[in-house]
Nanobody, 124 residues
């Protein structure tokens, strides 16, 4: 089992920044590719970013490229999502997740462990 706890969400004006953190406990954190997903009201959960086990490979949803950065610190068992130049359409509940697929995935069904979610609201 892996337990994931997110923090860092909140309310920000358009153009502002937030950093989400996701602390992991349980099994060896560095064994798991990690991802961030988000879900807006009335919409399906969607991929935002993912990072390889060692942190050397990262992937992003097209609409957040150049604005969001995913990173991880395996010594601290933590994955981060730095979000800059936020837009109202970024408003959603953001979830971190750990993938049991060693190569990682863009699809939520390939993630075995999920955090509780952190609300991000961007006002215009």
């Amino acid at each position: 089992q892996v337990q994931l706890t997110e923090s860092g969400g909140g309310l920000v004006q358009a153009g502002g920044s937030l950093r989400l953190s996701c602390a992991a406990s349980g099994r060896t954190f560095s064994n798991y590719p990690m991802g961030w997903f988000r879900q807006a009201p009335g919409k399906e959960r969607e991929f935002v970013a993912r990072i390889s086990r060692g942190g050397d490979s990262t992937y992003y949803k097209d609409s957040v490229k150049g604005r969001f950065t995913i990173s991880r610190n395996n010594a601290k068992n933590t994955v981060y999502l730095q979000m800059n130049s936020l837009k109202p359409e970024d408003t959603a509940v953001y979830y971190c997740a750990a993938s049991g697929d060693f190569s990682g995935s863009y699809y939520p069904e390939f993630y075995d462990y999920w955090g509780q979610g952190s609300q991000v609201t961007v006002s215009s």
